[in-house]
């Protein structure tokens, strides 16, 4: 099993920045991909960002690209999510997952999931 634990989240104002981290235990060298998702109210739970645990590849919805940036610092088992620019389109939910096995954008391919982080981005 992994733990993850996701912090960082509050209110800014449209134009701020943010950096949510996710402190990760247990059987991490069993997590080949983690990634971040946020769920707005009305809406479904949506991919935002997502990384190789090497490194060596990431990706990014289309909707935070060029705003967002995923890094992972493995000697601390922690992932981070710098987001600079926020728009009030960003306010959301925002989870830390992990799958062991696949890339994917889709929230079903991942085996563990954080409780979330709120980050509300007012106009």
């Known amino acids: 099993q992994v733990q993850l634990v996701e912090s960082g989240g509050g209110l800014v104002q449209a134009g701020g920045s943010l950096r949510l981290s996710c402190a990760a235990s247990?059987?991490?060298?069993?997590?080949?991909?983690m990634g971040w998702f946020r769920h707005a109210p009305g809406k479904e739970r949506e991919f935002v960002a997502g990384i190789q645990r090497s490194g060596a590849y990431t990706n990014y919805a289309e909707s935070v690209r060029g705003r967002f940036t995923i890094s992972a610092d493995n000697a601390k088992n922690t992932l981070y999510l710098q987001m600079n620019s926020l728009k009030p389109e960003d306010t959301a939910v925002y989870y830390c997952?992990?799958?062991?096995?696949?890339?994917?954008?889709?929230?079903?391919?991942?085996?563990?999931w954080g409780q979330g982080t709120q980050v509300t981005v007012s106009s």
């Open positions: 997952a992990a799958t062991a096995l696949v890339v994917s954008t889709l929230p079903h391919a991942y085996q563990y």
């Open positions: 247990g059987r991490t060298f069993s997590s080949y991909y």
